[in-house]
């Protein structure tokens, strides 16, 4: 039997980057958190689900808004720093920043290496370096997450405990305590949410998920480019839902010789709002209930990242049958970018995101054999499904049947 001390200096620097690729490393990561859960007590579990995470969550969303990671990074050069110059760059008292810093340090997002000397790790340089992953801990927690998974476990009660399917009457609008309620319509008029929605959304597609571009072979599509009947060009790709373009960009990144308004960001309107996006992207409002626009028809692909999830089977089902008629048969691809639930052992990320899809949404993630469904409910047909390895997504390809 390991000692503790054995087992500690076998994990003696470990860390992200002591893996050839991000599936080792995620193999790893489950592998100690599935030894931490053997490890802890039961109370260990309860103290940190019902009081680290919230207090952690708290300072470190104070610790922002007062500005000590930037002044951190930006006065300081990202050096050891002790709570006295924080207090000195951030204008903030002292013995607040010396609490705070201690919080998050006992949970090792930052490291104390001597008394009241913090040193930076990469959670905390990427707080100062990226404005979006600062934004998942405003608006998108306290606003939206932190609000319902706290009502859902009532709502579910009241109800009967059964499993919800009515995006109009679940547990969202339980919580609104307002029937016509609509959580889209509320991120995007709520402006302590929609750019911290966004931005959440972004890093989700930034750190959580295989890029799409090295899951499917997008050589095939800037290759077979087709024209319409006057001549012109045919769209090449049409994000649909697409939030700030984070998955167009990546497209753009890898295929940057392409023709201007080739690719087609599509959202709702308030979502759109203040979208940087590169002058080779055309910004297309849209509300995929409704058909798509003449100059969007007959694209080579089209693409939806996380869209479907967030609809009951009868709403997703009526996205694909309004996006069907504009696919051309025979060229037109649609790629649906989502999580499958495994039938045995699904990924807890996937799990996650199922609870989270039925707090918000009264929506699913959902296995192989129900996106088949799904799809064939609609008239079209996968073509193919391309499994990336450990990976929380895949792409299903799909065509006209």
């Not at 053997?38 to 969303?61: E, L, T």
């Not at 951030?90 to 001597?114: C, H, K, N, P, Y």
């Amino acid at each position: 039997m390991a000692s503790a001390d054995q087992l500690l200096a076998s994990l003696e620097g470990v860390s992200a980057s002591s893996f050839s690729n991000e599936a080792e490393r995620i193999r790893a990561r489950d592998a100690v958190f599935e030894a931490l859960r053997r490890i802890q007590s039961p109370w260990d579990i309860a103290w940190d689900q019902n009081w680290v995470n919230p207090a952690i969550n708290a300072s470190i969303k104070t610790l922002i808004d007062a500005g000590v990671f930037k002044k951190w990074a930006d006065d300081a050069g990202g050096a050891p720093i002790t709570c006295t110059k924080l207090a000195e760059l951030t204008g903030a008292d002292e013995l607040l920043i010396r609490r705070m810093m201690r919080a998050i340090s006992g949970q090792f997002l930052v490291r104390e290496i001597a008394q009241d000397t913090y040193a930076q790790t990469p959670w905390a340089k990427a707080l100062a370096e990226e404005p979006s992953f600062a934004g998942m801990y405003g608006g998108f927690y306290h606003e939206l997450n932190s609000q319902m998974f706290r009502t859902l476990p009532y709502y579910l009660k009241e109800t009967g405990f059964k499993n919800p399917t009515d995006v109009n009457d679940c547990n969202f609008q339980f919580w609104q305590g307002d029937k016509n309620a609509n959580m889209f319509q509320y991120v995007g008029t709520n402006p302590r949410l929609t750019s911290d929605f966004n931005d959440a959304m972004e890093c989700h597609s930034k750190y959580n998920l295989t890029p799409w571009v090295d899951i499917y072979p997008t050589d095939t599509v800037v290759q077979s480019v087709a024209e319409t009947d006057n001549g012109q060009p045919r769209p090449l790709v049409v994000d649909i839902g697409g939030g700030k373009g984070h998955d167009l960009k990546k497209f753009l990144a890898r295929h940057p010789n392409i023709s201007p308004g080739s690719l087609v960001l599509q959202d709702l309107p308030d979502i759109l709002k203040g979208v940087d996006v590169d002058a080779l992207i055309k910004v297309q409002p849209h509300d995929f209930f409704t058909a798509q626009p003449p100059e969007s028809q007959g694209a080579r692909v089209y693409f939806m990242h996380n869209v479907l999830h967030d609809w009951p089977d009868e709403a997703a089902k009526k996205i694909l049958q309004t996006l069907a008629p504009a696919m051309k048969k025979g060229y037109s691809r649609l790629l649906i970018h989502e999580s499958l639930v495994s039938s045995v052992k699904p990924l807890s990320r996937v799990t996650v995101s199922d609870i989270t899809m039925m707090a918000c949404l009264a929506a699913a993630e959902r296995s192989e054999e129900q996106w088949r469904e799904l799809v064939a409910s609609a008239g079209l047909s996968i073509v193919k499904i391309w499994r990336p390895v450990q990976s929380v997504e895949s792409i299903i390809e799909v065509e006209v049947a």
